[in-house]
């Protein structure tokens, strides 16, 4: 039995080319989710491996969708082969377990994981050089301005978080803490 699996890295991103060249292979079942590669603990990545048995191809479309780093790809792939289970990973072909095919596989994931640190690198020095900014604020950035959240506490004076609620589109929970934060600087 051919078997897929797909993985992307968060709620976000989209599998749906994923599954289209896991669909054009033919696989007869596939498995996908949206769960962090950094983690082994990948439910529907265990309920696959825990599936395939002797004579079955499980097929991925990278290698750095079955795993992140080096050794956990090694140690899952080397678990596939000695099951008798083959590897097809679609932007590279199909593993095997020669002296050559485990130098390429290590090969291979060495590169990803690599690239992986190279990009959670070249995130913290993004990340270093914005915070020296003098308006830098780490997270997800403010929904309404200074000035929008004035005039809503200025229309509490005279009205119920419901109206101003209704007025501006602001939440109550938002209200109360411009509210709370407006009567600290003071």
Do not use: W
Not at 57 to 82: P, Q, W, Y
Not at 155 to 170: A, R
Not at 171 to 186: F, N, V
């Amino acid at each position: 039995m051919k078997y897929g699996y797909a993985r992307v890295s968060t709620v976000s991103q989209e599998l749906e080319v994923q599954l289209k060249a896991l669909e054009n292979e033919n696989c007869d079942l596939v498995y996908s989710e949206k769960f962090t590669g950094t983690r082994s603990d990948r439910p529907q990545l265990k309920e696959v491996l825990a599936h395939l048995k002797e004579g079955d191809t499980l097929v991925v479309t990278k290698l750095d969708r079955l795993a992140r780093n080096t050794v956990e790809g090694i140690e899952i792939v080397k678990a596939l082969f000695s099951k008798g289970v083959r590897v097809h990973v679609l932007n590279v072909g199909l593993l095997e377990d020669t002296t050559m095919g485990r130098f390429f596989l290590t090969t291979l994931l060495a590169v990803a994981e690599m690239e992986r640190n190279l990009i959670v690198e070249r995130t913290q020095e993004g990340k270093t050089i914005a915070r020296q900014r003098e308006d830098f604020r780490e997270g997800r950035p403010n929904k309404y301005t200074k000035k929008q959240l004035e005039h809503a506490i200025k229309l509490l004076e005279s009205h119920s978080y419901k109206e101003v609620e209704e007025t501006t589109g602001i939440s109550k929970s938002t209200l109360i803490r411009a509210k709370k934060k407006a009567t600290q600087q003071i």
